[in-house]
Protein backbone atom coordinates (compact mmCIF):
# COMPACT_ATOMS: atom_id res chain seq x y z
CA UNK A 1 0.00 0.00 0.00
CA UNK A 2 1.38 3.34 -1.17
CA UNK A 3 2.28 6.02 2.03
CA UNK A 4 1.00 9.32 1.96
CA UNK A 5 2.06 12.22 4.29
CA UNK A 6 -0.34 14.64 4.51
CA UNK A 7 1.68 17.86 6.30
CA UNK A 8 0.48 21.26 7.62
CA UNK A 9 2.85 24.44 8.42
CA UNK A 10 1.92 26.05 11.07
CA UNK A 11 3.02 29.69 10.78
CA UNK A 12 1.42 33.08 10.77
CA UNK A 13 -0.26 34.91 7.49
CA UNK A 14 1.49 34.13 3.99
CA UNK A 15 5.55 35.05 5.18
CA UNK A 16 6.53 37.06 4.47
CA UNK A 17 4.06 39.37 3.11
CA UNK A 18 1.73 39.49 5.67
CA UNK A 19 1.66 38.71 9.73
CA UNK A 20 -1.54 38.12 11.17
CA UNK A 21 -2.50 34.89 12.51
CA UNK A 22 -6.23 34.10 10.94
CA UNK A 23 -5.08 30.80 9.30
CA UNK A 24 -3.91 29.76 12.72
CA UNK A 25 -7.15 31.11 14.52
CA UNK A 26 -9.74 29.99 11.97
CA UNK A 27 -8.23 27.81 9.35
CA UNK A 28 -6.46 25.02 11.55
CA UNK A 29 -9.91 24.19 13.38
CA UNK A 30 -10.79 23.17 10.36
CA UNK A 31 -8.07 21.65 8.81
CA UNK A 32 -8.12 19.24 11.83
CA UNK A 33 -11.80 18.40 11.70
CA UNK A 34 -10.91 17.22 7.91
CA UNK A 35 -8.54 15.08 8.95
CA UNK A 36 -10.40 13.75 11.83
CA UNK A 37 -13.69 12.74 9.91
CA UNK A 38 -11.36 11.11 7.73
CA UNK A 39 -9.18 9.51 9.81
CA UNK A 40 -6.13 10.92 8.38
CA UNK A 41 -3.22 11.34 10.88
CA UNK A 42 -0.50 14.00 9.26
CA UNK A 43 2.73 15.88 10.30
CA UNK A 44 2.46 19.29 11.53
CA UNK A 45 5.32 21.51 11.21
CA UNK A 46 4.66 24.04 13.79
CA UNK A 47 6.50 27.66 14.41
CA UNK A 48 8.11 28.00 18.39
CA UNK A 49 6.09 31.35 18.13
CA UNK A 50 3.14 29.71 16.62
CA UNK A 51 3.61 27.21 20.12
CA UNK A 52 3.83 30.36 22.60
CA UNK A 53 1.03 32.04 21.04
CA UNK A 54 -1.54 29.21 20.99
CA UNK A 55 -0.68 26.49 23.17
CA UNK A 56 -4.15 24.84 23.24
CA UNK A 57 -4.08 24.13 19.70
CA UNK A 58 -0.86 22.50 19.68
CA UNK A 59 -2.19 20.33 22.68
CA UNK A 60 -5.32 19.77 20.54
CA UNK A 61 -2.61 18.59 17.52
CA UNK A 62 -0.97 16.25 19.44
CA UNK A 63 -3.81 15.37 21.58
CA UNK A 64 -5.52 13.92 18.15
CA UNK A 65 -2.35 11.47 17.23
CA UNK A 66 -1.04 13.92 14.59
CA UNK A 67 3.07 13.94 14.54
CA UNK A 68 4.73 17.61 16.03
CA UNK A 69 7.29 19.03 13.96
CA UNK A 70 9.36 21.99 13.95
CA UNK A 71 9.40 25.01 11.44
CA UNK A 72 11.75 27.02 13.21
CA UNK A 73 11.04 29.53 15.77
CA UNK A 74 9.77 32.57 13.58
CA UNK A 75 10.10 31.69 10.31
CA UNK A 76 13.28 33.80 9.23
CA UNK A 77 14.98 31.93 6.08
CA UNK A 78 18.22 29.78 7.61
CA UNK A 79 19.90 31.11 4.58
CA UNK A 80 19.75 34.32 5.77
CA UNK A 81 21.15 33.41 9.18
CA UNK A 82 24.20 33.41 10.57
CA UNK A 83 25.83 29.73 12.37
CA UNK A 84 25.19 31.33 16.02
CA UNK A 85 21.47 32.88 14.70
CA UNK A 86 20.61 28.97 13.17
CA UNK A 87 21.61 27.63 16.07
CA UNK A 88 19.33 29.75 18.50
CA UNK A 89 16.67 29.56 15.99
CA UNK A 90 16.78 25.87 16.12
CA UNK A 91 17.55 25.29 20.09
CA UNK A 92 14.79 27.45 20.96
CA UNK A 93 11.71 26.27 18.90
CA UNK A 94 12.68 22.63 19.36
CA UNK A 95 12.83 23.21 23.16
CA UNK A 96 9.27 25.26 22.98
CA UNK A 97 7.71 22.43 20.79
CA UNK A 98 9.26 19.23 22.80
CA UNK A 99 7.71 20.63 25.97
CA UNK A 100 4.02 19.32 24.55
CA UNK A 101 5.62 16.29 22.15
CA UNK A 102 8.80 14.26 21.10
CA UNK A 103 9.62 16.41 18.20
CA UNK A 104 12.19 14.90 16.02
CA UNK A 105 11.35 15.91 12.38
CA UNK A 106 11.86 19.25 10.87
CA UNK A 107 10.93 21.41 7.58
CA UNK A 108 12.91 24.78 7.51
CA UNK A 109 10.62 27.68 6.51
CA UNK A 110 10.34 28.67 2.67
CA UNK A 111 11.85 25.00 2.60
CA UNK A 112 15.20 26.85 2.62
CA UNK A 113 18.08 24.77 4.38
CA UNK A 114 21.79 25.34 3.50
CA UNK A 115 23.20 21.99 3.81
CA UNK A 116 25.79 23.61 6.16
CA UNK A 117 23.00 23.07 8.83
CA UNK A 118 22.01 19.87 8.42
CA UNK A 119 24.37 18.57 11.46
CA UNK A 120 22.64 21.19 13.75
CA UNK A 121 19.45 19.32 13.09
CA UNK A 122 21.54 15.96 13.99
CA UNK A 123 23.16 17.47 17.44
CA UNK A 124 19.74 18.73 17.96
CA UNK A 125 18.03 15.22 18.25
CA UNK A 126 16.30 15.69 14.95
CA UNK A 127 15.99 12.23 12.71
CA UNK A 128 14.25 13.76 9.72
CA UNK A 129 14.49 16.65 7.45
CA UNK A 130 11.43 17.86 5.00
CA UNK A 131 13.33 20.77 4.21
CA UNK A 132 13.45 19.78 0.18
CA UNK A 133 11.15 19.85 -2.59
CA UNK A 134 11.24 17.10 -5.58
CA UNK A 135 9.59 20.61 -7.76
CA UNK A 136 12.65 22.95 -5.99
CA UNK A 137 15.95 23.52 -8.73
CA UNK A 138 18.11 23.09 -5.62
CA UNK A 139 16.98 19.47 -4.75
CA UNK A 140 18.75 18.45 -8.07
CA UNK A 141 21.21 20.22 -8.23
CA UNK A 142 22.37 20.93 -4.81
CA UNK A 143 24.69 17.78 -3.50
CA UNK A 144 23.24 16.50 -0.44
CA UNK A 145 25.50 16.43 2.33
CA UNK A 146 26.20 12.57 3.92
CA UNK A 147 24.04 12.64 7.76
CA UNK A 148 22.10 10.44 9.04
CA UNK A 149 19.08 12.64 9.28
CA UNK A 150 16.62 10.76 6.63
CA UNK A 151 15.77 13.86 3.95
CA UNK A 152 11.82 13.70 2.92
CA UNK A 153 11.41 16.22 0.21
CA UNK A 154 7.54 17.89 -0.83
CA UNK A 155 6.32 16.14 -4.14
CA UNK A 156 4.31 19.47 -4.59
CA UNK A 157 4.18 22.98 -3.78
CA UNK A 158 0.74 23.64 -1.77
CA UNK A 159 -0.87 26.04 -4.77
CA UNK A 160 -1.10 22.73 -6.79
CA UNK A 161 -3.57 21.12 -4.60
CA UNK A 162 -6.00 24.62 -5.29
CA UNK A 163 -5.50 24.57 -9.30
CA UNK A 164 -8.68 22.35 -10.97
CA UNK A 165 -9.05 18.95 -10.47
CA UNK A 166 -8.42 17.72 -14.09
CA UNK A 167 -4.58 19.03 -13.87
CA UNK A 168 -4.50 18.48 -9.76
CA UNK A 169 -5.00 15.13 -10.78
CA UNK A 170 -3.21 14.17 -13.76
CA UNK A 171 -0.01 16.57 -11.32
CA UNK A 172 -0.87 13.74 -8.40
CA UNK A 173 -0.98 10.53 -10.57
CA UNK A 174 2.59 11.11 -11.77
CA UNK A 175 3.97 11.41 -8.46
CA UNK A 176 6.55 8.68 -6.86
CA UNK A 177 5.71 7.54 -3.21
CA UNK A 178 6.50 8.63 -0.63
CA UNK A 179 4.03 11.44 -1.76
CA UNK A 180 4.52 14.34 0.41
CA UNK A 181 1.72 17.01 0.57
CA UNK A 182 1.58 20.37 2.54
CA UNK A 183 -0.79 23.25 3.17
CA UNK A 184 -0.71 26.01 5.53
CA UNK A 185 -3.75 27.07 7.55
CA UNK A 186 -3.72 30.71 5.71
CA UNK A 187 -4.75 29.00 3.10
CA UNK A 188 -7.80 27.93 4.72
CA UNK A 189 -9.03 31.44 5.02
CA UNK A 190 -10.34 33.50 1.87
CA UNK A 191 -6.85 35.87 1.15
CA UNK A 192 -8.39 37.00 -2.11
CA UNK A 193 -8.48 40.77 -1.59
CA UNK A 194 -4.89 40.16 0.16
CA UNK A 195 -1.48 42.21 -1.00
CA UNK A 196 0.19 38.73 -1.78
CA UNK A 197 1.60 36.87 -5.21
CA UNK A 198 -1.27 35.29 -7.14
CA UNK A 199 -0.13 31.83 -6.52
CA UNK A 200 -0.91 32.19 -2.71
CA UNK A 201 -3.99 33.87 -3.40
CA UNK A 202 -5.84 32.27 -5.66
CA UNK A 203 -8.94 29.48 -4.36
CA UNK A 204 -8.52 30.20 -0.47
CA UNK A 205 -10.55 30.17 1.98
CA UNK A 206 -13.47 27.42 1.45
CA UNK A 207 -12.65 26.31 -1.85
CA UNK A 208 -9.41 25.23 -0.57
CA UNK A 209 -10.76 23.41 2.13
CA UNK A 210 -12.99 21.50 -0.27
CA UNK A 211 -9.56 20.88 -2.85
CA UNK A 212 -8.38 19.76 0.42
CA UNK A 213 -10.86 17.20 1.02
CA UNK A 214 -11.12 15.88 -2.83
CA UNK A 215 -6.84 15.67 -2.35
CA UNK A 216 -7.79 13.17 0.55
CA UNK A 217 -10.54 11.23 -1.35
CA UNK A 218 -8.52 10.90 -4.09
CA UNK A 219 -5.10 9.15 -2.56
CA UNK A 220 -7.71 7.22 -0.34
CA UNK A 221 -9.54 5.59 -3.54
CA UNK A 222 -5.98 4.18 -4.88
CA UNK A 223 -5.63 2.74 -1.68
CA UNK A 224 -2.88 5.35 -0.34
CA UNK A 225 -2.25 4.75 3.68
CA UNK A 226 -1.86 8.28 5.48
CA UNK A 227 1.13 8.27 7.68
CA UNK A 228 3.07 10.36 9.84
CA UNK A 229 6.59 11.39 8.75
CA UNK A 230 7.76 9.89 11.63
CA UNK A 231 6.53 6.47 10.75
CA UNK A 232 7.10 6.43 7.44
CA UNK A 233 9.20 2.99 6.88
CA UNK A 234 12.66 3.43 5.59
CA UNK A 235 12.91 2.22 1.91
CA UNK A 236 15.25 -0.35 1.25
ZN1 LIG B 1 6.50 28.08 6.34
Redesign the pocket.
Known sequence: MPDLCLTV?L?PDC?PYLSGWTGVELGMPEVLDLFARNDVLATV?A?GESAERYPDLIRRIVDAGHELGC??HS?RSFSELGPDEAERDITRSAELLRGFAPVTSF?A???DFPERYVPLLEAHGFTIDASRGRYKPAHWFRKQAVSPVRRIPASTTSSVLRTPPALRDLLFRLMRPPVVLFV?PWEFVDQSGAPIPWDCRFGTGSPALASLSSTIAFFARRGHRFVRMTDLPVAD
Request: hydrophobic fraction near 15%; aromatic fraction near 16%; proline fraction near 15%.
Open positions: DEPFTHGHRPYLH
